[in-house]
């Protein structure tokens, strides 16, 4: 059992605490200078078994990082559809219960008090989950050390409902272990949504029963990739991919961690892995096609879709077939950077363009995502696109993702769209962390605090347009992050900025506090095994000596 000390000797300790709790809470009280220990052993009771998951992550967490065992109380199965409404009389330990009321989604309440231990109730299995987040966060950074926890009251909630992170596994590809781990990092940072980006100009990633010789043929390129944009190629066959099985278990690791999986496909443009496969589906059919052996957006060449029968027959299977093995709501279609050229260029095209009343290649292109878009409907799923798709004209049951700058995501607003903003020059960290970063990537800087202070509410929006603002995203494209170091490198510590601008209230939002408190989460990233960039605290040493 849990060993109980109050230490009433270190007076004022309470009010003086300060917390390391990344993200924020909404609110948090010390309550009395009193603590609790989690000792080995100390039991985790679960009000009914769908929060077993929760409990077991506790133990796997605490045992792993910690070297402490918990006892887990197995929960009896219960026809209760209600939570029960006070923990139990003489209860001491780690008590999780699900207390299945209206109000916002992963919301929760966390307790510690010296005689009765933690008490988390969750609005939510959410909620639960995200409160054993925020215990994890009161938990010793390194093992050895008493975890002596401080009696607190916290009152919690997400600011926005979508909290993502992109991973780009084209242009260098990660096995499932690391996608795996990378969901875990999600999960510590209260994160919901894994953004896969599947598809590009260098591969073809995920497998497809509908048309195998994607991932035969369009899964491999002839090279690495070396140097700066465009990069010249060594010739080294380079691939790999996902099959239906790594799928599944990815979609549910993540589940369990609350967190969506959304693939995207990227169409019609960034499709010369597509191309490579079916050269017939290009408007230059004659050319030889290869998988991209170097960087960007080939208006050099052909990576674009060709409106043909046999092109959309292609669209409705592998977006069917990824509809079905996906089981989250949302499905992405890309739509980003598409090379209009290839369609100007092509007599075929034209004419198809003539035929269907389109009256330019942004029109075409709309044309292209309304098909998804009916395919995704049809199968009762909605469809996210990159903003180009708002260029000529998209319905408004789509979902924009503004990755240009906040005026693509205000015109998204106003034309009634829901909108996730992962505005590039505040969001990507694959741009070099500062200006003498040279392990990551020539573009950049983009600093922690500018992660930190990114606006996610555009000003001067009606409260209608405000209320449409369903999250924001960091995304990490992988051009120049060839291993798993180095994308850890890339995401820490701006992920974790990320993750407070995103659940925070905005009372909350502290910059000086978070500096503070990210000393004390690079232990935690050391805890994790994890790599991350010093380039915040170099920053810090160089204004210091001024
Ligand atoms: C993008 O960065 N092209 C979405």
Redesign the pocket.
């Known amino acids: 059992m849990a060993a109980i000390f109050a230490i009433s000797s270190i007076a004022g300790l309470a009010q003086e605490r300060q917390f390391n709790i990344i993200p924020e809470p909404v609110e948090i009280s010390a309550t009395g200078n009193a603590t609790y220990q989690i000792g080995r052993n100390t039991p985790v009771f679960v009000s009914e078994t769908g929060l077993q998951f929760s409990a077991d992550y506790l133990a796997d967490y605490m045992n792993r990082y910690l070297g402490i065992p918990l006892q887990i109380e197995k929960a009896k199965p219960s026809k209760r559809k209600t939570a029960p409404k006070a923990r139990p009389a003489m209860f001491s330990g780690i008590l999780l219960i699900d207390k299945k009321n209206s109000e916002v989604s992963g919301g929760y309440k966390l307790s510690i008090t010296a005689d009765k231990g933690v008490l988390i109730e969750g609005n939510d299995a959410a909620g639960v989950f995200y409160g054993i987040q925020t215990l994890i966060q009161l938990l010793p950074t390194r093992a050895g050390v008493l975890p002596i926890l401080p009696s607190v009251q916290i009152v919690d909630y997400p600011r926005f409902a979508y909290r993502g992170m992109h991973l780009d596994v084209v242009r260098h590809f990660f096995p499932v272990d690391f996608i795996k781990k990378y969901i875990d990092y999600l999960a510590l940072h209260k994160l919901n949504y894994f953004h896969w980006h599947l598809t590009d100009d260098q591969a073809w990633r995920v497998e497809m029963k509908c048309r195998p010789e994607l991932t035969q043929q369009g899964s491999v390129r002839e090279g690495e990739i070396f140097g700066l944009y465009p990069g010249k190629y060594e010739p080294l066959p380079y691939g790999g991919y996902y099959t239906h099985e790594d799928v599944r278990e990815i979609v549910s690791y993540a589940a369990e961690r609350q967190i969506t999986v959304i693939p995207e496909i990227d169409i019609p443009g960034h499709c010369m892995a597509v191309l490579a496969t079916y050269p017939q589906f290009s408007t230059t059919p004659d050319e030889p096609k290869k998988c991209a052996l170097t960087w960007g957006i080939f208006n050099k060449f052909n990576n674009v879709l060709a409106p043909k029968p046999e092109v959309f027959d292609f669209l409705k299977d592998v977006f069917s077939e990824l509809c079905d093995l996906f089981p989250g709501q949302y499905i992405h279609v890309g739509g980003?950077?598409c090379a209009k050229r290839w369609w100007e260029e092509s007599e075929d095209t034209q004419r198809f363009m003539q035929e269907h009343n389109l009256k330019d290649e942004k029109a075409l292109q709309s044309y292209f995502i309304h098909f998804v878009q009916q395919v995704v409907n049809g199968k009762g799923k909605t469809l996210i696109g990159?903003d180009e798709i708002l260029e000529g004209g998209i319905s408004e049951d789509c979902v924009v993702m503004n990755?240009r700058r906040p005026a693509s995501g205000v015109k998204a607003l106003k034309t009634g769209h829901r909108t996730i903003f992962t505005c590039?020059a505040w969001s990507?960290f694959n741009l070099k962390e500062s200006r003498t970063q040279i392990e990551i990537a020539p573009r950049g800087p983009l600093s922690l605090e500018k992660v930190y202070e990114f606006q996610i509410v555009p000003d001067s929006l009606k409260s209608e347009q405000e209320k449409l603002i369903w999250g924001a995203q960091g995304?990490l494209?992988t051009e120049y992050i060839p291993t798993t170091w180095k994308a850890e490198f890339a995401i820490f510590p701006r992920m974790s900025a990320l993750s407070e601008n995103v659940w925070s209230p905005l009372k909350k939002k502290d910059w000086n506090n978070f500096a503070r408190k990210v000393e004390t989460q690079v232990e935690r990233y050391e805890l994790w095994g994890a790599r991350y960039s010093d380039a915040f605290f170099r920053m810090q040493d160089i204004e210091r000596k001024r």
Do not use: I, L, T, V
């Open positions: 980003d950077e990159w990755w590039s990507y995304c494209w």
